[in-house]
């Protein structure tokens, strides 16, 4: 994992949202996944570039299934954008940099 994303967990994701000042994109995975390898690099690069806004999370699916549940997560790799702890967006399946950067526009 870089300095630019952090790991969250089932126990530690509600409090992350309800904490932040800054909306929050979420990335849901799992390590035998191929997309979700894929997108990790693009996922790092638009978190570095964007630290003072936005905050860039992943959560691995098979250690904690709480969250990916409650968020009707059925497909990885799943990327929910959170502001003020209410989700605004969602896409699943690898997708681009530029991507991420419409969602962020958009709060």
Same mark, same amino acid.
């Given at each position: 994992m870089s300095d630019n994303v952090e790991m969250v967990t089932d !126990?530690? %994701?509600?409090? *992350?949202l309800?904490?932040?000042?800054? @909306?929050?994109?979420? !990335?849901?995975?799992?390590?035998w996944c191929g997309p979700c390898a894929?997108?990790? @690099?693009?996922l790092d690069? %638009?978190? &570095?570039?964007?630290? !003072?806004? =936005?905050?860039?999370?992943k959560i691995n699916v098979d250690e904690n299934p709480k969250t990916p549940a409650k968020y009707g997560v059925r497909g990885i790799p799943t990327? =929910?954008?959170f502001n003020q702890g209410k989700e605004v967006d969602k896409v699943v399946g *690898?997708?681009?940099?530029d991507n991420f950067e419409k969602m *962020?526009? &958009?709060v």
């Open positions: !126990d530690s %994701f509600a409090e *992350l309800v904490s932040s000042k800054i @909306p929050v994109l979420i !990335d849901f995975y799992a390590t894929s997108i990790t @690099p693009i690069e %638009f978190a &570095g570039e964007n630290s !003072d806004k =936005i905050k860039v999370v990327i =929910i954008l *690898l997708t681009s940099k *962020l526009a &958009g």
